[in-house]
């Protein structure tokens, strides 16, 4: 959990656009089940234009 809140608050701090033109936030949360059992796995990252950078929990 505190993985995904320091994720959160860094992808926040960069999308204010402090230095410069803001950023978009991403982010996305994704629960799959199957034989061996149930998993959740999410993503946050950042888009500037065509670029995004996005990290996977």
Do not use: E, F, K
């Amino acid at each position: 959990m505190r993985v995904i809140g320091i994720c959160l608050m860094v992808a926040t701090l960069a999308g204010c656009g402090a230095d410069g033109q803001p950023v978009r936030p991403t982010g996305g949360v994704g629960v799959s089940v199957g034989s061996g059992g149930v998993s959740v796995g999410g993503n946050v990252g950042v888009r500037s234009g065509p670029v995004t950078v996005s990290v996977g929990l």
